[in-house]
């Protein structure tokens, strides 16, 4: 067995997980835009697809780096006969499918148990305010 074969069950796990978290998503983001703005919609939106982004790219560079490192000072190998021959460095491609699984599932593992408990309002961050005494 290959080590995409492996990776392959896997992933086909987090891709059903990540599924069911789009349409849960979706379903949930429909109530709240309902209540909000389309420009505060619009505004979330990207916020969260920019912080996706930098932490893919942070993920990936850093899994680059310590699969390399890792490799290099023999912590860990592969059957050459195994692999797909396609590498970053000395680490083979099939080592991502991981961090792209981490990728996916745990923010599909947030969404799908719930997300935040409070709301993301102003009024929920401040504390109360105290009683005058008299």
């Known amino acids: 067995m290959t080590y995409w074969a492996v990776n392959a069950v896997f992933l086909a796990i987090v891709a059903v997980l990540g599924v069911l978290a789009l349409v849960t998503g979706a379903v949930r983001g429909r109530a709240a835009r309902a209540s909000s703005s389309p420009a505060a919609s619009t505004r979330r939106r990207r916020e969260v697809v920019l912080a996706a982004g930098i932490a893919t790219g942070v993920l990936l560079v850093m899994t ?9 000072i023999g912590l860990v190998g592969y059957d050459a006969a195994r692999i797909s021959g396609v590498f970053v460095g000395i680490a083979p491609l099939e ?9 996916v599932l745990l923010p599909s593992v947030w969404v799908l148990l719930g997300g935040p408990k409070t709301p993301r309002t102003p009024e929920a961050t401040t504390p109360p305010a105290k009683e005058a005494r008299s």
């Open 64 to 72: 680059a780096v310590f699969d390399n490192v890792m490799i290099g």
């Open 95 to 103: 080592d991502f499918a991981y961090a792209v699984a981490a990728l």
